[in-house]
């Protein structure tokens, strides 16, 4: 099929004017981007109301939406700015075991996993940890710690029992880190 050069000329203008509409639509649209929308909604009245109530629209994701954002900066630690579990029980769990490697951390899932730590004191032996912050609130409840301990009888590591308290005793240590942080906040 052959085209004339009139009929090209008229689709080359078509796609000009396509083109120009859109810029202009989208300069259209981002000029609202500034314009106050009210996101309150009016709830029922109560005899004796003499003003109308609002209230804040729910969610389907949840208070604070998808990702969390736009809730009060609070120094309860809660999760807010996108971390899916406390961030005061998140930091202080990294603190309290930063001097072992990480092989896994996951602020969504509130889930970190250590690799195997051989204390220079006593280099036949090795410990890895797994940590689950299972909440947003900061309570004792809400974090459970496991700790795993091998030691090395010369044809390689072979699992060896730990003390009972070991894992009560990793949990204590990262809630007192919590605290101290969350003091630290409040204070400031």
């Not at 954002?69 to 075991?97: E, K, M």
């Amino acid at each position: 099929m052959i085209s004339s050069p009139s009929v090209r000329r008229h689709g080359l203008w078509l796609r000009c004017a396509f083109a120009m509409a859109a810029v202009v639509a989208v300069g259209i649209l981002a000029a609202c981007s500034d314009v106050p929308i009210e996101e309150k909604y009016p709830k029922e009245r109560i005899p004796g109301d003499s003003k109308p109530r609002y209230e804040d629209p729910t969610s389907i994701f949840g208070q604070g939406g998808l990702f969390g954002g736009d809730q009060a900066s609070t120094n309860d630690g809660s999760g807010g700015g996108g971390i899916g579990v406390n961030s005061l029980l998140w930091r202080a769990s990294l603190d309290t075991v930063s001097f072992m490697p990480l092989l896994s951390a996951d602020p969504f899932g509130g889930v970190i996993i250590t690799d195997w730590y051989s204390p220079s004191a006593t280099p036949n032996e090795r410990f890895k940890v797994n940590i689950y912050i299972l909440g947003r609130q900061l309570r004792a409840d809400g974090l459970r710690a496991t700790v795993f301990h091998q030691v090395n009888q010369g044809a390689g590591w072979v699992d060896a029992p730990v003390a009972p308290t070991a894992s009560t005793d990793l949990e204590n240590a990262i809630l007192t880190r919590a605290r101290q942080m969350r003091i630290a906040g409040l204070q400031q």
